[in-house]
Nanobody, 125 residues
Framework: QVQLVESGGGLVQAGGSLRLSCVASGRTFSEYHLGWFRQAPGKEREFVAAISWSGTSDGAAFARGRFTISRDNDKNTVYLQMNSLEPQDTGVYYC???????????????????WGQGTQVTVSS
């Protein structure tokens, strides 16, 4: 069982930056692939970025060049550094964990096994 708790969301002006954190419980954190997803008002949840247990990362097209995902296995924490934020980045950001990489990056129909409660990010114009 893995419990995930996000933090770091808030209100920021367009062009600004935020760093989201997600702390996980459990002793097997390093065995999990981790991802960030977001859901804007009235829209479906979408994939943002993912990082494998070995440190390989991938991101959605809109995230590349602006968002960076990283992990610290000693702290059981995954981060999402978001730069050059735009109003369309507004939404609730969730972290997720799964042992199956395809579930984290959306290559399968199965959703990740574990989710956090989400943290709100609002970007004003």
């Amino acid at each position: 069982q893995v419990q995930l708790v996000e933090s770091g969301g808030g209100l920021v002006q367009a062009g600004g930056s935020l760093r989201l954190s997600c702390v996980a419980s459990g002793r097997t954190f390093s065995e999990y692939h981790l991802g960030w997803f977001r859901q804007a008002p009235g829209k479906e949840r979408e994939f943002v970025a993912a990082i494998s247990w070995s440190g390989t990362s991938d991101g959605a097209a809109f995230a590349r060049g602006r968002f960076t995902i990283s992990r610290d296995n000693d702290k059981n924490t995954v981060y999402l550094q978001m730069n050059s934020l735009e109003p369309q980045d507004t939404g609730v950001y969730y972290c997720a964990a799964d042992r199956n990489w395809n579930n984290i990056i959306g290559y399968s129909s199965q959703q990740p096994d574990y989710w956090g409660q989400g943290t709100q990010v609002t970007v004003s114009s």
